[in-house]
T-cell receptor, first 113, second 111 residues
Framework: GAGVSQSPSNKVTEKGKDVELRCDPI?????LYWYRQSLGQGLEFLIY????????KSGLPSDRFSAERTGGSVSTLTIQRTQQEDSAVYLC???????????FGPGTRLTVL | GENVEQHPSTLSVQEGDSAVIKCTYS??????FPWYKQELGKRPQLIID?????GEKKDQRIAVTLNKTAKHFSLHITETQPEDSAVYFC??????????FGKGTRLHILP
């Protein structure tokens, strides 16, 4: 079946612009996670959803970052007034209810000029 | 706070030798410990996981051990091969399905 998909695969934007990153999880997966990975670095937890609710938003770096999930499926990560330090690969993962394997999407490479 | 420490950050081993990567976690309530492998330019993929009711799990050349008392777990790769070269991440569950990752270990298999 289809895996986790993310769009766009690459995004180049100018400093100060807003960007939206999209994640389509595997159908039926209730949990959805967003991570940020800077070049050569680890996986920085941003936020996760259980259904449409986000029990933990503590990983969001600043109030410029927000995320939502509608219909228990697609999620959007929005970064307002982008800064150069926001440049990274943003990875999305989904898993069935409970502690199971996280399936990662291919990521969105964001470059802020 | 919640934390997963991973060591070493870089590891080089001769092809055919064993590699061991170690992680410690802070939350005693953690009960799920996956390991992911990320090849260059690709997404992380699960290679093995272990739950807190098990002390060891093995899958061919890969094994994971868990010591809940000491709050540490390790990945063991035996008979290493060139295709084992990658970045490996450990992780531990926190409350409510949140997963925290270690900072990763870059494994180099030397010819």
């Amino acid at each position: 079946g289809a895996g986790v998909s993310q769009s766009p695969s690459n995004k180049v934007t100018e400093k100060g612009k807003d960007v939206e990153l999209r994640c389509d999880p595997i159908s039926g997966h209730t949990a959805l996670y967003w991570y940020r990975q800077s070049l050569g670095q680890g996986l920085e937890f941003l936020i996760y959803f259980q259904g449409n609710s986000a029990p933990d938003k503590s990983g969001l770096p600043s109030d410029r970052f927000s995320a939502e999930r509608t219909g228990g499926s697609v999620s959007t990560l929005t970064i307002q007034r982008t800064q150069q330090e926001d440049s990274a690969v943003y990875l999305c993962a989904s898993s069935p209810y409970g502690l199971y394997t996280q399936y990662f999407g291919p990521g969105t490479r964001l470059t802020v000029l | 706070g919640e934390n997963v420490e991973q060591h070493p950050s870089t590891l080089s081993v001769q092809e055919g030798d064993s590699a061991v990567i170690k992680c410690t976690y802070s939350d005693s309530a953690s009960n799920y410990f996956p390991w992911y492998k990320q090849e260059l330019g690709k997404r992380p993929q699960l290679i093995i996981d272990i739950r807190s009711n098990v002390g060891e799990k093995k899958d061919q050349r890969i094994a994971v051990t868990l010591n809940k008392t000491a709050k540490h777990f390790s990945l063991h790769i035996t008979e290493t091969q060139p295709e084992d070269s990658a970045v490996y991440f450990c992780a531990a569950s926190i409350r409510d399905d949140k997963i925290i990752f270690g900072k990763g270990t870059r494994l180099h298999i030397l010819p």
